[in-house]
């Protein structure tokens, strides 16, 4: 009801229990951290520790991948590719595909890695509506960073606000893949 008007009541069944969609397990928040060098901090939380090897385990195991993450685990992602890297295989990413996430600048450095990271690397980041200002300049920031980059050899980085492309795309949410618009 913030945005609109106030959801049907005879439809609560329904919206509860397609909420768990949105939801993100979080238990590997009780797993240990770790330390890389050349991030900022060095010390690394158990999200990004956990999910970006078991990332970059799979676009191993999987001999190569494009891979979409959504909303938190944007970070997760750059950890993947610091690792891919650290491993000699970041030639494994055959392309990025963002639908929601605030990444930015400020999380190359979190990761330990720069926009030279990505200069083989197809990527597309969108965002819908109702996008914080700060995360959509953050988002412009990191895809221009990746273009500047005098190692990028494939097409430019492109990021999308869909909320700016006529009108064709308003309504989208930060839950693209269970929007009535998708």
Known sequence: GAIGPAPNPANNDYLALNYYKQLVPNFEALLPTSECPTCNPTTIA???????RAMADLVE???GAIVSPHSQSGIHLLHMVRILRERGKLHLVKGIIIPESAIGLNTFE????????????????????????????GNRAMVAAMNASPTRSVSPATYID?????????????????????
């Open 46 to 52: 158990p999200d990004s520790t956990w999910s970006g």
């Open 110 to 137: 979190q990761a330990g890695i720069t926009p030279q990271d990505f200069g083989h690397i197809p990527f597309l980041l969108m965002n819908g509506d109702y996008r914080q200002a700060g995360a959509r300049e």
């Open 61 to 63: 195991h999987l001999g």
């Open 162 to 182: 869909l909320d700016g492309i006529g009108g064709r795309f308003r309504g989208t949410t930060h839950m693209t893949m269970v929007g009535t618009n998708a």
